[in-house]
């Protein structure tokens, strides 16, 4: 080899690693403005946890929880909202969540065994609609808990028996596997656990009309029964728009548990619908901020006082980049 290509070589070895180092600069300066946009929550996702064992003051105990994609997260509250709505008891939710876990991972498949799709991996050819019903989740849900409840006694069922009555799967087993993860899932969505979800703030407007329909969809008309107009709001992004939806005052547990299944589908669909906040019996979540955790904001001041996202028990405030 001749001194001048040896030369060459060592002149292209410095170039390579200064590509290399290039590269490495760039993926770290977007792990940093990952990092940074959401308070060091990192990229988009959602934790549901809920706190087991613990005694009447929450002493002890343990946590269990369950990590989700943004995708993942919002096919689960919608799954759940639509139990609730329908006024089922959180055995019929917990079904639900395990056979989509097991069925699809909560993805809304378009592929599956011959003609399955969807959450449920229902197949048009059987009768359970159009390839397009199947594949939206409002309408899978709700035919999957319409086929549930005429199971006898499938409150009362091991959750592999009730679902197998529904699905009728060539692997009826598998469906166990998910039960306690779908507890998890079922207690964030309208019990006592929670719902976090993490990740940057929407860049790009919502529009609060979708919303609204969404709404309609899952909880029915009566959801926005007594809501005033929606409201603007000056905020970091150019503003935002509120969509108000009144509770029952002193409502039920029933109530409670629908409030908190309104709030907590918004937030785990906030990023597809452009949703900034959400607020929801003294507690605030805002997307980019806090790790994406629900803060209290009982001390931030009263309704139109120093917080003016904050609500009462009686309403979930839900707030769209405008």
């Known amino acids: 080899m001749s001194q ?15 590509a290399g180092l290039l590269v490495l600069l760039a993926l770290a300066g977007y792990l940093a403005v990952q990092y940074e946009s959401n308070e060091g929550g990192g990229g988009p996702h959602c934790t549901a946890s809920v706190l087991t064992g613990a005694d009447e003051a929450g002493r002890g105990g343990t946590r269990e929880s369950f990590d ?31 056979t989509a876990m097991q069925e699809s991972a909560l993805r809304n498949l378009n592929h599956g065994d011959r003609d399955s799709l969807g959450l449920f991996q229902q197949r048009p050819s059987m009768g359970w609609g159009s390839p397009d019903e199947i594949r939206d989740p409002v309408y899978s849900s709700g035919i999957f808990y319409d086929h549930l409840v005429e199971v006898p006694g499938y409150s009362r069922l091991p959750l592999t028996v009730a679902a197998q009555k529904v699905q009728r799967s060539g692997f009826p087993q598998a469906y166990a596997k998910h039960e306690p993860d779908a507890m998890v ?16 703030a929407p860049t790009a407007p919502g529009d609060p009309e979708k919303v609204r329909t969404q709404l309609v969809r899952i909880f ?13 709001h000056s905020g970091k992004a150019g503003g935002e728009a509120e969509i ?4 029952k005052p002193d409502g039920d547990e029933a109530e409670s548990r629908r409030g908190k299944a309104l709030a907590h ?15 929801y019996a003294k507690q605030g979540w805002v997307a980019g901020e806090s790790r994406g955790a629900w803060q209290d904001t009982s001390g931030a001041g009263k309704r139109g006082g120093a917080d003016p996202h904050g609500a009462t028990d009686n309403e979930v405030r839900i707030f769209v980049a405008q």
């Open 220 to 232: 029915g008309k009566k959801v926005l029964a007594g809501a005033p107009a929606a409201a603007g």
């Open 265 to 279: 589908w918004a937030v785990a669909n906030s990023r597809s619908l452009g949703i900034t906040r959400v607020s």
């Open 244 to 247: 108000n939806l009144p509770l």
């Open 4 to 18: 001048s290509d040896h030369s060459r070589q060592r002149r292209r070895r410095p170039r390579r690693k200064a």
């Open 185 to 200: 899932l079922t207690a964030a969505f309208g019990g006592r656990g929670s719902l976090t979800c993490g990740g940057p």
């Open 68 to 98: 989700m994609s943004l995708e993942q997260a919002a096919n689960a509250a919608t799954i759940a909202a639509v139990g609730v709505s329908k006024g089922l008891p959180d055995r019929a939710v917990t079904i639900a969540l395990a």
